[in-house]
């Protein structure tokens, strides 16, 4: 379906993020800001920035990769909402944001967009962060 040796991740999200799995469709990948648990998927499938170009095979895959995340997400954090989002308006390469929010973050209700400096994560904590969200992967 896809040619993992053509895909080209955009730098942008090469530098704000960390390779968590790599899935059938899409690459999943933890942005590095521990102020929220935020994690991105990314179809292996060059030239595409939006989920309607996708063939519909490759939109079935991306919806179910997307279940598979936020359940993943749910179980692990417990959040008060989960936002997804696919909007590129700095990044086209299609990419979908699973943003974990709880009534104390950073931005609560507001958007995460443009509220403060993200915080990396420290060393320790990313390894705690990505090991967890491995192994809640492969409970489901």
């Given at each position: 379906?896809?040619?993992?040796?053509?895909?080209?991740?955009?730098?942008?999200?090469?530098?704000?993020?960390?390779?968590?799995?790599?899935?059938?469709l899409?690459?999943?990948?933890?942005m590095?800001?521990?102020?929220?648990?935020?994690?991105?998927?990314?179809?292996?499938?060059?030239?595409v920035?939006?989920?309607h170009?996708?063939?519909?095979?490759q939109?079935?895959?991306?919806?179910?990769?997307?279940?598979?995340?936020?359940?993943?997400?749910?179980?692990?954090f417990?959040?008060h909402?989960l936002?997804?989002?696919?909007?590129?308006?700095?990044?086209?390469?299609?990419?979908?944001?699973?943003i974990?929010?709880?009534?104390?973050?950073?931005s609560?209700?507001k958007?995460?967009?443009?509220?403060?400096?993200?915080?990396?994560?420290?060393?320790?904590?990313?390894?705690?962060?990505?090991?967890?969200?491995?192994?809640?992967?492969?409970?489901?």
């Amino acid at each position: 379906m896809t040619d993992p040796y053509a895909f080209q991740l955009d730098p942008q999200l090469e530098k704000d993020t960390v390779l968590i799995s790599d899935w059938h469709l899409c690459q999943v990948r933890l942005m590095n800001d521990s102020r929220y648990p935020w994690v991105i998927l990314i179809p292996k499938v060059d030239g595409v920035s939006e989920i309607h170009e996708l063939a519909e095979e490759q939109q079935q895959l991306l919806l179910g990769e997307s279940m598979r995340l936020s359940k993943a997400l749910e179980q692990l954090f417990s959040p008060h909402k989960l936002n997804i989002a696919a909007l590129g308006n700095m990044v086209r390469q299609l990419h979908v944001h699973h943003i974990v929010r709880f009534e104390n973050d950073a931005s609560f209700p507001k958007p995460v967009w443009g509220v403060g400096d993200a915080v990396p994560y420290d060393p320790e904590a990313l390894d705690e962060t990505v090991n967890g969200l491995q192994i809640a992967f492969e409970l489901l």
